[in-house]
């Protein structure tokens, strides 16, 4: 058993020690401060390397503690972007360095720019992940849409991660902004929470407010099958929402039809819960080939899938658009799709939501969130 972790064990290491090793070189040592500013960041740094896994072991694992949690993801956040702007400040202290730029004045106004910017990024991108998301119509022109159905108005969330921040009055200003925009039909694409469904309780409890003629429907995502997926599909069902597990339904309006339909996550094949897995076959079974479909899947990564089977519009979230810059480097290669409107063949096109709420580390950066309006539009 030991054998197996060691790896795992040496590359945690190594990442924890390069997160906090370079912004302890930039921040504390190369500016060749007072010795004893020297020794309050080493024990800082050094601190923080051994407290942050307890902390996120404690907040993340069996015991769900929300206040170790909150300090963790808090950290996470903010050593995201020490560690960033300390790469990027190194590279231009080195170009600094070469054209003649002595030290040790370099390098403190290296430090004090990027702690200073650093500083003023947090504070706005806390402000950005906290605040109630921006709205964010997009048309979909759908070629095969019945001319009947044109202009409907799907209004989707995604990834509200109800967590381990209480944002429970977030939750029911969402809501109030969603019934606000007139919906034909409402679509949550997964990451309802972290956490179980008692602990996130009140912060859920306003999706049932969710007021839409054509219905309600959501779908998992990856975070589900963390905090059980099967308790977290019996609550959206209590709050009125219809789980659309490998499964369709028919919509009808104005006497024309549209086919409405999603799969599980990627991730719930191996997810260990008995009968959850991504199934398009088994999710379009059964559907008229001349109805228009829109798929509800929760990674971007699943349109593969949906091209396969003829879809004409996946809907996606997942990706946060990044969350906080410059990590959405790393989604966009892993993902191949950030956010937006895209093309992916002939028939099939692909939204990805950016998210309404925010995972684990309380910052937006340069990635802000949103309540989708897809409005649709025929040829």
């Known amino acids: 058993m030991l054998r197996r972790r060691l790896p795992v064990l040496l590359m945690v290491t190594v990442v924890l020690l390069l997160l906090h090793g370079v912004p302890w070189w930039l921040l504390v040592l190369a500016p060749t401060p007072p010795t004893w500013l020297i020794v309050a960041g080493t024990v800082l740094f050094g601190g923080a390397v051994v407290l942050f896994p ?117 939750s029911s200003r969402v809501v109030d902004v969603v019934n606000g925009l007139s919906p034909d039909l409402v679509v949550h694409v997964g990451d309802f929470a972290d956490g179980s469904t008692e602990a996130r309780a009140s912060q859920s409890e306003p999706l ?67 009968g959850h897995g991504a199934d398009h076959r088994k999710a379009l079974s059964g559907v008229d080939p001349a109805l228009p479909v829109v798929l509800l899947a929760h990674q971007p990564r699943q349109v593969a899938d949906a091209v396969a ?13 990044g969350q906080i810059w ?3 480097l790393i989604v966009r290669a892993e993902q ?21 709420g925010f995972w684990g580390p309380p910052f937006r950066v340069f990635a802000p969130s949103e309540i989708t309006v897809l409005v649709l539009r025929s040829a």
């Not at 039809?257 to 191996?270: E, F, I, K, N, S």
């Not at 937006?340 to 998210?355: I, P």
Request: aromatic letters at 8%; charged letters at 20%.
């Open 208 to 274: 049932g407010r969710v007021s839409a003629p054509l219905g309600r429907f959501a779908i998992t995502g990856n975070h589900e099958y963390m905090s059980g997926a099967v308790a977290w599909s019996e609550r959206m069902t209590g709050l009125g929402w219809t789980m659309l597990h490998n499964a369709h339904v028919v919509l009808e309006s104005s006497g024309a039809r549209l086919v409405l339909a999603g799969v599980d996550d990627r991730t719930a094949a191996r997810s260990g819960v008995s």
């Open 54 to 170: 307890l902390l996120m072991v404690r907040g993340h694992g069996r015991h769900h503690d929300d206040r170790a949690a909150r300090l963790a993801d808090t950290w996470l956040g903010l050593l995201w972007q020490l560690f960033s702007w300390s790469v990027i400040g190194s590279v231009v202290s080195a170009v600094l360095a070469v054209a003649g730029v002595g030290d040790p004045g370099r390098s403190r106004w290296i430090a004090a720019i990027v702690a200073g910017w650093v500083a003023v990024q947090a504070s706005w991108g806390g402000y950005q992940a906290m605040r109630v998301p921006r709205v964010r119509t997009t048309e979909v022109r759908i070629p095969r849409l019945p001319a009947a159905l044109d202009g409907l108005r799907l209004v989707a969330i995604a990834d509200t991660h109800f967590g381990p921040i209480d944002r429970s009055r977030w």
């Open 326 to 328: 410059p990590f959405h």
């Open 309 to 321: 089977h003829g879809v004409d519009l996946q809907i996606s979230g997942h990706t946060h658009g």
């Open 336 to 356: 191949k799709a950030l956010q937006g409107l895209s093309r992916v063949s002939d028939r099939t096109q692909l939204y990805v939501s950016r998210g309404t």
